[in-house]
C-alpha cells in the first residue's frame, strides 16, 4: 500500500465514531415491525464534533464558565476597537465550543432574544411613519417634482426603519464571517441551532435561524464557490473527508475509492476559499453507454467502458458534507455546472440522469398499510352492529394482486386481507422475502405502482413528499423510470424496497420544468411512470400541509 492509500486508511479508522446523529432513529409510530423496517441512523456522516474540536485544538478542553462565555459573546457583538475583534472573535469561538450541548442551547436562546430587533423602536417609528401625510392624491407620485422636503421625512423613516428591523444578531453572524475560520463556525453554529428546534419549537429561535440561513446563502453564493474535479492525486486528508462524507452508497475500503475517482468515473466537488481542502456538497458520477438500472452495475468491480464511448453521465451519489447547510441548495448549482463542464469535455455525452433513492417510499407504504389495517378492523366491529363503515378506508391493492399475494404468502405472514399479508412480509425479519422468487413475483406490481404514486401524487405543501425526489424536481429534473430491486442492501430495502428511480436532466427543458414545479407543484413524468398511475384508478393528490 502507498503512503497515500496507508494515510487516508489510517485516517478513517482513527476518527471516533461519536457522531450523535449515528444514534437518530424514526421515531415509533405503528408497531415493533414498522419500528424495526423504519430505523434508519445516518451513515458515514462526519462528526460535528470532530469539527467543533478543531476550534479548540489549542485552548483549554475544559467547559468554561457560561457567564464568561455570554460576556464574551457580547463583547464580539459591541466591540469597536476593530484591531481588538480577532481575539475577542476567537476567545468567543473557543468559548462556544467548550460548553455543554445544555449550555450551547441556554446561550443561543440568549442570542435569539436579547440580541433581536427592538420591537420599541421600530413601533415608534411606524407611528412616525404612519403620521406622514402624503400631499399628492397618489400616494405613490409626486405632484412636485421640485417639493423635495415632505419626502425627505420619509425617506429618513425609511431608512431607519430598515436599520432597526435588523437584529442586532446580524452584527455577530457578519463579523464571524469576516474573520478566519468564521464562516466553519457559523455552519456548525446553525447545525447546533437546527438541532435545538428538533428539540423545542421557539419562536425566537426560528427567526434566529432564517436570519442566519439567509446569510449564509448569501454568503454561499455561486459566484464565490470553486468547482473542482476530485481526483486520486489530491490530498489523502481530502480523500479522507470524501469516504467520511459520502452518504449514499458508503466507500467500502481503497480501493473502492480509487474505483470512484478513476477512469469512467468523476467527483467533482463545491468549494469556498475560507474553508479551504474541505469540499461543501460534492457528487459522483458514472459515465456509461445507457442509463443503469441497478447500484450494482456502478459500484461492482467491472472494467469500465472507454470513455469516448460514454452516452450517458449519471449522477449516482450527492453527499452534503454540512449539517449546518440544510435547506440551501447548493446542489442545484453544483449539478448545473457539472453538466456544463461535462459537455465541454465531452460533447457525446447526450444523456444526464441520476439513479436515486427513494428514502420516505416504505416509512409512506408501511404507515399506510397499517393504518388501514386498524380502520378495516374498526368497520368490521362497525358493521356487525349495523354501523356504515369508515369513509376513509382504502384498498391499497388490485383485486389480482391481493389474490396473489394471499397464495403466495408463507403461515408466518399470513393475514385477513391482502394489505395485512403485504405489511407482515415487508416488516419480516432480515427481509426474508427478498429470497423468494415467488413472493417477489407477488409483490412487485402493488410495490412498482404505489412507488409511482409516492413520487408523483403524495405531496407536501403542494411538492413532492419523498426529499430526493423534491429535490431533483425542484432542479429540474424529470422522472424517468422505476428500477425494481435496483439496490438490495440492506439500507435501499429498509427505505424503498430496494426501488430506485432514474431522473433526467434534459437539459434544453430544466428551467421549463423547474419553473413549473416551483410554481404549480407541477411533476414532468415519463408515459411508463404515468403508466402505472393510469392503469389503476389512484384516488387525487394528497397533499400534507
Given at each position: 500500500m502507498?503512503?497515500?492509500?496507508?494515510?487516508?486508511?489510517?485516517?478513517?479508522?482513527?476518527?471516533?465514531?461519536?457522531?450523535?446523529s449515528?444514534?437518530?432513529?424514526?421515531?415509533?409510530?405503528?408497531?415493533?415491525?414498522?419500528?424495526?423496517?423504519?430505523?434508519?441512523?445516518?451513515?458515514?456522516?462526519?462528526?460535528?464534533?470532530?469539527s467543533?474540536?478543531?476550534?479548540?485544538?489549542?485552548?483549554?478542553?475544559?467547559?468554561?464558565?457560561?457567564?464568561?462565555?455570554?460576556d464574551?459573546?457580547?463583547?464580539?457583538i459591541?466591540?469597536?476597537?476593530?484591531?481588538?475583534?480577532?481575539?475577542?472573535?476567537?476567545?468567543f469561538?473557543?468559548?462556544y465550543?467548550?460548553?455543554?450541548?445544555?449550555?450551547?442551547?441556554?446561550?443561543?436562546?440568549?442570542?435569539?432574544?436579547e440580541?433581536?430587533?427592538?420591537?420599541?423602536?421600530?413601533?415608534?417609528?411606524l407611528?412616525?411613519?404612519?403620521?406622514l401625510?402624503?400631499r399628492?392624491g397618489?400616494?405613490?407620485?409626486?405632484?412636485?417634482?421640485?417639493?423635495?422636503?415632505?419626502?425627505?421625512?420619509?425617506?429618513r423613516?425609511?431608512?431607519?426603519?430598515?436599520?432597526?428591523l435588523?437584529?442586532?444578531?446580524?452584527?455577530?453572524?457578519?463579523?464571524?464571517?469576516?474573520?478566519?475560520?468564521?464562516?466553519?463556525?457559523?455552519?456548525l453554529l446553525?447545525?447546533d441551532?437546527?438541532?435545538?428546534?428538533?428539540?423545542?419549537?421557539?419562536?425566537?429561535?426560528?427567526?434566529?435561524?432564517s436570519?442566519?440561513?439567509?446569510?449564509l446563502?448569501?454568503?454561499?453564493?455561486?459566484?464565490?464557490?470553486?468547482?473542482?474535479?476530485?481526483?486520486?492525486?489530491?490530498?489523502?486528508?481530502?480523500?479522507?473527508?470524501?469516504?467520511t462524507?459520502?452518504?449514499?452508497?458508503?466507500?467500502?475500503?481503497?480501493l473502492?475509492?480509487?474505483?470512484?475517482?478513476?477512469?469512467?468515473?468523476?467527483?467533482?466537488?463545491?468549494?469556498h476559499?475560507?474553508?479551504?481542502?474541505?469540499p461543501?456538497?460534492?457528487?459522483?458520477?458514472?459515465?456509461l453507454?445507457?442509463?443503469?438500472?441497478t447500484?450494482?452495475?456502478?459500484?461492482l468491480?467491472v472494467?469500465?467502458?472507454?470513455?469516448?464511448?460514454?452516452?450517458?453521465?449519471?449522477?449516482?451519489?450527492?453527499s452534503?458534507?454540512?449539517?449546518?447547510?440544510?435547506?440551501?441548495n447548493?446542489?442545484?448549482f453544483?449539478?448545473?455546472?457539472m453538466?456544463?463542464?461535462v459537455?465541454r469535455?465531452?460533447?457525446?455525452?447526450?444523456?444526464?440522469?441520476?439513479?436515486s433513492?427513494?428514502?420516505?417510499?416504505?416509512?409512506?407504504?408501511?404507515?399506510?398499510?397499517?393504518?388501514?389495517s386498524?380502520?378495516?378492523?374498526?368497520?368490521n366491529?362497525?358493521?356487525?352492529?349495523?354501523?356504515s363503515?369508515?369513509a376513509?378506508?382504502?384498498?391499497?391493492?388490485?383485486?389480482?394482486?391481493?389474490?396473489?399475494?394471499?397464495?403466495?404468502?408463507?403461515?408466518?405472514?399470513?393475514?385477513?386481507n391482502?394489505?395485512?399479508?403485504?405489511?407482515?412480509?415487508?416488516?419480516?425479519?432480515?427481509?426474508?422475502?427478498?429470497?423468494?422468487?415467488?413472493?417477489?413475483?407477488?409483490?412487485?406490481?402493488p410495490?412498482?405502482?404505489?412507488?409511482?404514486?409516492?413520487?408523483?401524487?403524495?405531496?407536501?405543501?403542494?411538492?413532492?413528499?419523498?426529499?430526493?425526489?423534491?429535490?431533483?424536481?425542484?432542479?429540474?429534473?424529470?422522472?424517468?423510470r422505476?428500477?425494481?430491486?435496483?439496490d438490495?442492501?440492506?439500507?435501499?430495502?429498509?427505505?424503498?424496497?430496494?426501488i430506485m428511480?432514474?431522473?433526467?436532466?434534459?437539459?434544453?427543458?430544466i428551467?421549463?420544468?423547474?419553473?413549473s414545479?416551483?410554481?404549480?407543484?407541477?411533476?414532468?413524468?415519463s408515459?411508463?411512470?404515468?403508466?402505472?398511475?393510469?392503469?389503476?384508478?389512484?384516488?387525487?393528490?394528497?397533499?400534507?400541509?
Amino acid at each position: 500500500m502507498n503512503k497515500k492509500g496507508l494515510s487516508i486508511l489510517m485516517r478513517t479508522k482513527m476518527r471516533p465514531n461519536n457522531d450523535p446523529s449515528k444514534l437518530s432513529s424514526f421515531s415509533p409510530s405503528l408497531s415493533n415491525g414498522i419500528n424495526q423496517m423504519m430505523t434508519d441512523p445516518p451513515r458515514n456522516q462526519r462528526s460535528t464534533d470532530d469539527s467543533r474540536s478543531n476550534f479548540s485544538a489549542s485552548g483549554n478542553h475544559y467547559e468554561r464558565n457560561f457567564d464568561i462565555v455570554k460576556d464574551s459573546m457580547g463583547l464580539a457583538i459591541s466591540l469597536n476597537k476593530t484591531e481588538s475583534l480577532d481575539v475577542v472573535l476567537d476567545d468567543f469561538s473557543q468559548g462556544y465550543f467548550s460548553l455543554s450541548n445544555e449550555n450551547r442551547k441556554k446561550l443561543v436562546i440568549v442570542l435569539a432574544k436579547e440580541y433581536d430587533l427592538d420591537r420599541i423602536q421600530v413601533r415608534e417609528l411606524l407611528k412616525q411613519y404612519l403620521g406622514l401625510e402624503l400631499r399628492s392624491g397618489d400616494e405613490g407620485e409626486l405632484s412636485n417634482v421640485d417639493d423635495e422636503n415632505m419626502f425627505s421625512a420619509f425617506y429618513r423613516i425609511e431608512r431607519n426603519l430598515r436599520q432597526a428591523l435588523k437584529p442586532t444578531y446580524n452584527v455577530l453572524f457578519e463579523r464571524l464571517n469576516n474573520y478566519t475560520g468564521g464562516l466553519k463556525f457559523l455552519s456548525l453554529l446553525r447545525a447546533d441551532i437546527l438541532s435545538f428546534l428538533g428539540e423545542e419549537n421557539i419562536a425566537s429561535l426560528r427567526a434566529l435561524d432564517s436570519c442566519l440561513k439567509e446569510k449564509l446563502s448569501t454568503w454561499l453564493s455561486p459566484a464565490v464557490l470553486e468547482l473542482h474535479q476530485i481526483t486520486w492525486d489530491d490530498s489523502a486528508s481530502l480523500l479522507e473527508k470524501i469516504v467520511t462524507y459520502e452518504a449514499v452508497h458508503p466507500i467500502s475500503n481503497l480501493l473502492d475509492l480509487k474505483r470512484r475517482l478513476g477512469v469512467g468515473r468523476r467527483c467533482f466537488g463545491y468549494f469556498h476559499p475560507a474553508i479551504p481542502g474541505e469540499p461543501l456538497i460534492f457528487i459522483e458520477v458514472a459515465l456509461l453507454k445507457n442509463v443503469a438500472q441497478t447500484i450494482q452495475e456502478v459500484l461492482l468491480d467491472v472494467p469500465p467502458i472507454p470513455e469516448h464511448e460514454a452516452a450517458c453521465a449519471l449522477f449516482y451519489s450527492i453527499s452534503s458534507t454540512q449539517p449546518g447547510l440544510a435547506g440551501i441548495n447548493l446542489g442545484k448549482f453544483l449539478i448545473k455546472r457539472m453538466i456544463t463542464l461535462v459537455k465541454r469535455d465531452m460533447p457525446q455525452i447526450s444523456t444526464f440522469a441520476t439513479l436515486s433513492p427513494i428514502p420516505g417510499f416504505m416509512q409512506w407504504l408501511l404507515s399506510k398499510l397499517a393504518s388501514q389495517s386498524v380502520i378495516a378492523e374498526v368497520d368490521n366491529m362497525e358493521q356487525t352492529t349495523g354501523g356504515s363503515g369508515s369513509a376513509f378506508q382504502e384498498n391499497l391493492l388490485e383485486p389480482d394482486e391481493e389474490r396473489m399475494l394471499l397464495n403466495s404468502a408463507p403461515e408466518t405472514c399470513a393475514g385477513k386481507n391482502g394489505m395485512e399479508v403485504m405489511l407482515n412480509l415487508l416488516t419480516s425479519e432480515n427481509f426474508e422475502w427478498t429470497s423468494s422468487a415467488e413472493l417477489l413475483s407477488a409483490l412487485k406490481p402493488p410495490l412498482m405502482r404505489l412507488c409511482a404514486r409516492y413520487l408523483l401524487q403524495e405531496k407536501k405543501r403542494g411538492k413532492a413528499l419523498d426529499s430526493v425526489a423534491n429535490f431533483h424536481l425542484q432542479n429540474g429534473a424529470m422522472v424517468e423510470r422505476l428500477n425494481w430491486m435496483a439496490d438490495r442492501s440492506e439500507r435501499g430495502l429498509r427505505q424503498s424496497g430496494g426501488i430506485m428511480v432514474n431522473y433526467v436532466y434534459r437539459v434544453e427543458c430544466i428551467e421549463q420544468y423547474a419553473q413549473s414545479y416551483f410554481s404549480a407543484g407541477h411533476i414532468h413524468a415519463s408515459s411508463d411512470i404515468r403508466h402505472y398511475i393510469r392503469a389503476h384508478k389512484e384516488p387525487e393528490e394528497t397533499t400534507i400541509a
